[in-house]
């Protein structure tokens, strides 16, 4: 089943609101969260880094002002589109990393596929 | 800054045939990760490796983590429909909130039934 779950799967909005997306660690604690951007037929973009309680770290040219990242919790995490514009429809991914079972690994949530009008 | 090869960019083979990608890096990783993504889905992981010379099997999947830790290749065994999509390798080389995950371009695989 899934391992990290991503809220909503797709939005459509207009151009200047605000978007939120959840991402959600559903059995285990994940210490750091990943945003990623995905353009079509290529590879993810790191976007930002998040731990639990402490200020994200983003990828130089990802402005954190349009970008919001609240990591809330150990297992909840959330990005904010700020006054979107259609050059940032895209397919928003995040990611979990933690212990789960014995070992550190990292798991993806299904995506956010993000229009705007 | 670190790069991941991965090759073969795309693969179009018949059902049944096995099937084998790689990936290289001018860097050491402590840990290699396969994933798979279907369109319009989030990566799926296939498999995890954490050791130098490590050999994990998945159902048809196999996986090793090179000896110099620079690279590492997947291969999947007697090919079906379903194995459509794209591979990622996926390298890092730190723990905790270090070492972020380096992506290789992804490996398109076709399987014609």
């Known amino acids: 089943g899934a391992v990290v779950s991503q809220h909503p799967s797709r939005v459509i909005c207009k151009s200047g609101t605000s978007v939120k997306i959840e991402c959600r660690s559903l059995d285990f604690q994940a210490t750091t969260m990943f945003w990623y951007r995905q353009f079509p037929k290529k590879s993810l973009m790191l976007m930002a880094t998040s731990n639990e309680g402490s200020k994200a770290t983003y990828e130089q040219g990802v402005e954190k002002d349009k970008f919001l990242i609240n990591h809330a919790s150990l297992t909840l995490s959330t990005l904010t589109v700020t006054s979107a514009h259609p050059e940032d429809s895209s397919f928003y991914i995040c990611?979990?990393?933690?212990?789960?079972?014995?070992?550190?690994?990292?798991?993806f949530g299904p995506g956010t596929r993000l229009l705007v009008l | 800054g670190q790069q991941l090869n991965q090759s073969p960019q795309s693969m179009f083979i018949q059902e049944g045939e096995d099937v084998s990608m790689n990936c290289t890096s001018s860097?050491?990783?402590?840990?290699w990760l396969w994933y798979k993504q279907d369109p319009g889905e989030g990566p799926v992981l296939l498999i995890a490796?954490?050791?130098?010379?490590e050999l994990t099997s998945n159902g048809r999947l196999t996986a090793q983590f090179g000896i110099t830790r620079k690279d590492s290749f997947l291969n999947i065994s007697a090919s079906i429909p379903s194995d459509v999509g794209i591979y990622f390798c996926a390298g890092r080389n730190g723990g905790g909130s270090q070492g972020n995950l380096i992506f290789g371009k992804g490996t398109k695989l076709s399987v014609k039934p």
């Open positions: 490796l954490y050791k130098a010379g």
């Open positions: 860097s050491i990783f402590n840990t």
């Open positions: 990611s979990a990393r933690g212990i789960r079972g014995s070992e550190e690994t990292q798991y």
